[in-house]
């Protein structure tokens, strides 16, 4: 689970079971990322290979990094995605950074090594669509440029093998939007760029795909798409009228049927700010509503009774838009605020049971971005903050009782992070020089709590 307020490039996560979020893009809305969630990014660039593990222990002394070895190098951070195995190993993989393939890397946690997958000339995009699948495997799905065709990929991590595994039956180069989500039955729906009302469904049992039934209005970009419990599909489609609200749908593939939500399109605008599964299935989403009042709102969607609700107030003053919100062991929920003249962050948290917000306490002075990892047994949690003027990043965690502190700095600045295990166990953090979404990743270090 993860929070966001930065104007940094993070790398695409995958959705978790609790927090969802969107991916990131250069605009004001898209600087946020959807970190499902599985390895946690970082940056370090400038220690040799030979260099000694770094180490960095929090003011207690219970914290420590660990160098990983032949860890992931080379690649691009902005199409980077990861994907926890079934048998324990953490799949990464992205574009190569000085030619058109895709290359993967395994962790083998055991022995604190990785080893390489073989690349694959001429295929893009398969970091994006990252799943796991039974038995060691992972489901991707990417862009062959070469022969001119958008396909399924499967790899094997016993033979260190990958696949094709289905070409989509329409010729032609475009890319999928969004993650892959999952009909809860080993098949996955993907919405085709290059058609507004182009739906695929992939049956990864038989390698085959199929066309859904036809969107039943024209949309713009999708902002949104994440399953929800009972096995349907929620999307968020942008509107293609002068109000460029947000259209909400659910695809139920039993029947194959498309059912718009209540009102047909809303006042709010761009990507959700902020995306969480609450427990009762509902969905809670941050966001900017352009009328009847300017303002950074939360919105409900109800699956049960499929209507947008208004979730109360932010609250205001200084501080303006909450994003990535993160549920907590009491059944609340955590967001973050900025305050963009003072550049300071404060906690507020949401009430689901009464709808109603309230302010927390304000982060140590200093930090303009914080990613809430998630919470932990004891109801902590831990998260990584940056001040704007240093290229250094920090480890910061809250006590139970609420009191936000400095754990420690992480080694030679971060670019990016989501967590590849519990918050209470070990986390996983990929290296490369801190200037972006665009750096290449260099090596990989290992956090033990």
Known sequence: MAVVLTSRKLAQNDVATQSLHPPASMTRSACLHLLAALCLLAASGCASQNAPPPTSSSPEGAASWIRTDDGPSEVELSRWGKVMLTNGLVLGVGRAKSEMSSVGFLYHPDSNRWTRTPSIPGVDGLGEHLVALPGGRALAFGVDHAERHMLAMKFDSAKNEWRAAGILPEPGVGTFSREAASLGDGRFLLLDSRGARSAWIYDAKVEAWSRTAPIPRATSEVLLMTPLRDGRVFVIFGDMTPVQGWIGMVYDATDDGWLECRPGTTTMRGEPDGVLRLPDGSILLLGFQQYPTIEFAPIIFRPDVMRWERAGHLPGGDFLEARWPTLLPNGKVLALQHAVAADKMRAIDFDPARRTWRVDRDLPDGYSGAVVLGA???GSLWAIGFRSNVLRDELVRVSPDGVWKNAGALPLGAVAWGPSVS?????LLYTGPN???????????????
């Open 376 to 378: 932990r047994k004891d």
């Open 423 to 427: 918050p209470d166990g070990d986390m």
């Open 435 to 449: 200037d972006g979404g665009h750096s290449p990743i260099d090596g990989a270090l290992l956090f033990k709590p």
